[in-house]
T-cell receptor
């Protein structure tokens, strides 16, 4: 069974540009989460989808971040415009139930 | 304001000995706790979990202990192996309290197991 996949693995962009991160969850997993780890800090929750619906987006830093999950399958996280403090590793996780979350390898975002 | 704290950034143990990783939490609403293991350039991998109705859960070489009164949990690895060398994250959730499963993570402890 394929795990959670994320694309790209690494993205380097300039401040002010737009970046879109993609997450493909494990097939059949209705729950999809986005997390972020800024260097030297803990992994922090961003938002949670159940199928295509946003259940909790309390962790989204500001309105420069937009997450979507079209058709309840893959999800995208767009940052527009990117700022220096957005640099970090963005993880996606999926699960069948609330008690299990399988993480992808992450996308390392560097904003210069 | 960190709700989940791993106060030891690193731990070094000898192969074959016990590794004990500690985690403290402040939010009494947390009712489910997990340990994840992370290698460089990979995502966190689920290791073991425990719900607040238990005080111990064991899976092979890994045992998690929960002390609710002290708001403390620990992960024991016995015996430790060089392949266990990784960063270990403690995470907590208020699943049964309606949090929808979003995890609150500690900063991690880097475990090094020396041959």
């Amino acid at each position: 069974e394929a795990g959670v996949t994320q694309f790209p693995s690494h993205s380097v962009i300039e401040k002010g540009q737009t970046v879109t991160l993609r997450c493909d969850p494990i097939s059949g997993h209705d729950n999809l989460y986005w997390y972020r780890r800024v260097m030297g800090k803990e992994i922090k929750f961003l938002l949670h989808f159940v199928k295509e619906s946003k259940q909790d987006e309390s962790g989204m830093p500001n309105n420069r971040f937009l997450a979507e999950r079209t058709g309840g399958t893959y999800s995208t996280l767009k940052v527009q415009p990117a700022e220096l403090e957005d640099s970090g590793v963005y993880f996606c996780a999926s699960g069948v139930s609330l008690v299990e979350q399988y993480f992808g390898p992450g996308t390392r975002l560097t904003v210069t | 304001d960190q709700q989940v704290k791993q106060n030891s950034p690193s731990l070094s143990v000898q192969e074959g000995r016990i590794s004990i990783l500690n985690c403290d939490y402040t939010n009494s609403m947390f009712d489910y706790f997990l340990w994840y293991k992370k290698y460089p350039a990979e995502g966190p991998t689920f290791l073991i979990s425990i719900s607040s109705i238990k005080d111990k859960n064991e899976d092979g070489r890994f045992t998690v202990f929960l002390n609710k009164s002290a708001k403390h949990l620990s992960l024991h690895i016995v015996p430790s192996q060089p392949g266990d060398s990784a960063v270990y994250f403690c995470a907590a959730s208020a699943i049964y309290g309606g949090s929808q499963g979003n995890l609150i993570f500690g900063k991690g402890t880097k475990l090094s197991v020396k041959p």
